[in-house]
T-cell receptor
Framework: NAGVTQTPKFQVLKTGQSMTLQCAQD?????MSWYRQDPGMGLRLIHYSVGAGITDQGEVPNGYNVSRSTTEDFPLRLLSAAPSQTSVYFC?????????????????FGAGSRLTVL | AQSVTQPDIHITVSEGASLELRCNYS??????LFWYVQSPGQGLQLLLKYFSGDTLVQGIKGFEAEFKRSQSSFNLRKPSVHWSDAAEYFCLMRNYGGSQGNLIFGKGTKLSVKP
């Protein structure tokens, strides 16, 4: 019962470096999303996906790319890291129950990835 | 505009005391409402949710929440707090039929528990 698995848990980057945060879920959930958490800001949506091959932008998408080639995986790419991207990143997934409006979906979160950009 | 407000940034209660965390929402109809808890260094865990029906909902770890339409509130309560309840609590809202793109988070309330 792995749920949502995020790797790495911790990462330190230099400005301008690129990296990928990995997210995998084994629950066959249709929906996956990435959030960043900053002190006093709560969680803000970066990108989300409603199924394989489909992605969309959230509230703070700049500087991040995503793709969804499989149902299980939803990696988040930082192409050129900036100090403003220092944050804790959470991946989440959810499913849509048949006959239930999508607003009722319950999110399952990963444990988070703490990224520091120097 | 749709929003979720958690008025208290930080609350400290004594172990064994009762707890109420406030959550107010702004939305033109009845939304879906959730409370999540985040323990230090951990991800968010669902405590309870309200979709419709009985306005008093029971969750895990002895928590409950009451939906009050007239006050646009969904306050979280626990009758007796344990030291392990120290964490950050988030109230979330999503409107009917909303996609993942419009899940709205409150900014969180940090709970400290005094021995």
């Amino acid at each position: 019962n792995a749920g949502v698995t995020q790797t790495p848990k911790f990462q330190v980057l230099k400005t301008g470096q690129s990296m990928t945060l990995q997210c995998a879920q084994d629950m066959n959930h249709e929906y996956m999303s990435w959030y960043r958490q900053d002190p006093g800001m709560g969680l803000r949506l970066i990108h989300y996906s409603v199924g394989a091959g489909i992605t969309d932008q959230g509230e703070v998408p700049n500087g991040y790319n995503v793709s969804r080639s499989t149902t299980e995986d939803f990696p988040l790419r930082l192409l050129s890291a900036a100090p403003s991207q220092t944050s804790v990143y959470f991946c989440a997934s959810s499913y849509s129950m048949l006959g239930t409006p999508s607003g009722a979906n319950v999110l399952t979160f990963g444990a988070g990835s703490r990224l520091t950009v120097l | 505009a749709q929003s979720v407000t958690q008025p208290d940034i930080h609350i400290t209660v004594s172990e064994g005391a009762s707890l109420e965390l406030r959550c107010n929402y702004s939305y033109g109809a009845t939304p879906y409402l959730f409370w999540y808890v985040q323990s230090p260094g951990q991800g968010l865990q669902l405590l309870l949710k309200y979709f419709s029906g009985d306005t008093l909902v029971q969750g895990i770890k002895g928590f409950e929440a009451e939906f009050k339409r007239s006050q646009s509130s969904f306050n979280l309560r626990k009758p007796s707090v344990h030291w392990s309840d120290a964490a950050e609590y988030f109230c979330l809202m999503r409107n009917y039929g909303g996609s993942q793109g419009n899940l709205i988070f409150g900014k969180g309330t940090k709970l400290s528990v005094k021995p």
